[in-house]
């Protein structure tokens, strides 16, 4: 084994990690631009929140939910995206006699087919979405200060 073969990627994304929040720390870097595109997406909500005395604790508990369980909702997401990729595709397999497509087709044009379908249905959950944004940049900010 050679000298730097123990140093991988991820030390060097722990490294920069440090790095960065050492010098956000003794004020080298500041988050004004997070802060000012945080003020502006919460300003769009509609939603009248953390205005109780115990809005500063709601803040935070939403603030800790939405960074602790965000990347267990991108994973389901993702999850079911592909599940319902592979379904589609079986069935796009079965109702299209040819033999001779590869199956990877079948599953492009599956995938294809849901993402079109979010598109042409963003009227539906775009609101929401950009409801949710707002209701948690609002808790960010509330918790930051």
Sequence with gaps: MTRLEWWRWRH???????????????GL???GHVELALERLAA???????RSPMG???AIIT??????LSPLAVLSAL????????????LLRAFVPS????????????YGAIAVAGWL???VWYPWVREAAALIARALLVAMT
């Design 121 to 123: 249905a963003r009227e």
């Design 44 to 50: 769009e909500g509609t939603i009248e929140v953390f």
């Design 29 to 31: 870097v500041t988050w």
């Design 63 to 68: 603030s800790f939910m939405f960074l602790m």
């Design 79 to 90: 999850g079911l995206y592909t599940f319902s990729g592979a379904i589609l595709a079986g």
């Design 99 to 110: 033999g001779s497509l590869p199956d990877w087709l079948f599953t492009a044009v599956a």
């Design 12 to 26: 060097t994304l722990l490294l920069v990690a440090t790095a960065l929040f050492l010098a956000s720390y003794f």
């Design 56 to 58: 500063r604790g709601e």
